[in-house]
């Protein structure tokens, strides 16, 4: 499975060009006969010009080669902005077939130029990060940590705040054993970062992870739990140890095995990791959808 994130990502390439009033007619009039232009009116005093523009190039990037982008400096070519009756800056304006035929005016967000550019280019696809990300997230349910491990450091690699690729990451530290790892990464995520359900998922990895180093083998704990039945303490350390190991049905049921005995027991601890177990495996699971039956099963016999 290929990570689809190339180191070429992040560079540039002829679908971005700085325009002039001299060569306005070739790079955009003519040019737009065979695909839509996009004119970028900025000044190297304007803030918001600055926040603007390395989203649309961004955005220009990813469509690879469905449009282009010439920007024009209005200091150097006041002519343009004046024949475009710009009143302010930053201002966008789509060519196509030679004529303006829409535009917009000031920093909008990156999701808003993606649904410009698509209204008159059609669909441009998932920028490769969003490739990547879906790429490394399928090798990580997969258990390919070295695809995964690949995939989302590269991500980091160029955008370092990226939320959901640090989530991804630390659970394929987990899945590698390095728990310190994992947790050293989630510490550097903002407290409002919690709220992605990816984050979630890779703090329950962790807690789950952390649990099973102290559960000791499975084969005594197994024996422990034939002999007694009702040793919940015991059967909790051998689903622990279970989930460890990687035997997440195994694991889970003894969990379920819990509640049915004693939903309530040590502050419902049993349900408590399940529901972490149903966090990591992820919705679309069809474990998840095994336990979710079963302990609904359970309380509301």
């Not at 196509?96 to 280019?121: L, W, Y």
């Not at 992870?209 to 005594?220: C, F, L, Q, R, S």
């Amino acid at each position: 499975m290929e990570t689809l994130l190339d180191e070429n990502t992040a560079s540039g390439n002829n679908w971005v060009k700085d325009g002039s009033a001299q060569t306005f007619a070739q790079d955009v009039i003519d040019a737009s006969q065979e695909k839509l232009v996009l004119v970028d009116l900025w000044a190297p005093w304007c803030g918001p010009c600055k926040q603007l523009g390395p989203m649309i190039e961004k955005v220009v990037e990813e469509a690879k080669g469905a449009v282009a982008l010439v920007k024009i400096d209005i200091d150097q070519h006041p002519q343009i902005a004046q024949s475009l009756q710009v009143q302010s800056i930053p201002a966008v304006f789509a060519f196509k077939d030679g004529r303006p035929v829409d535009g917009f005016m000031g920093a909008v967000p990156e999701s808003q130029i993606k649904e410009f550019v698509e209204k008159h280019a059609g669909p441009i696809g998932p920028s490769p990060i969003e490739a990547a990300f879906d790429s490394g997230t399928a090798a990580l349910e997969e258990g390919n940590t070295e695809v995964a491990l690949t995939a989302f450091v590269k991500i980091l690699d160029l955008d370092p705040d990226h939320v959901d690729a640090k989530a991804q990451l630390a659970r394929v530290y987990v899945q590698l054993g390095e728990i310190e790892a994992a947790k050293e990464l989630v510490a550097t995520l903002d407290a409002g970062d919690q709220k992605s359900a990816m984050v979630s998922a890779a703090l329950a990895a962790i807690s789950l992870a952390e649990n099973a180093v102290d559960a000791g083998d499975i084969e005594p704990l197994r024996q422990k739990v034939e002999a007694a039945p009702d040793n919940l303490d015991a059967r909790f350390e051998l689903a622990q140890a279970l989930l460890g190991g990687g035997e997440n049905e195994t694991g889970g049921q003894e969990l379920l095995e819990i509640i049915r005995r004693d939903r309530d027991w040590n502050d419902a601890a049993g349900r408590v990791e399940l529901l972490k177990l149903l966090e990591v495996l992820g919705p679309a699971d069809p474990l998840t959808k095994t336990f979710r039956r079963q302990l609904s099963a359970i309380l509301f016999s």
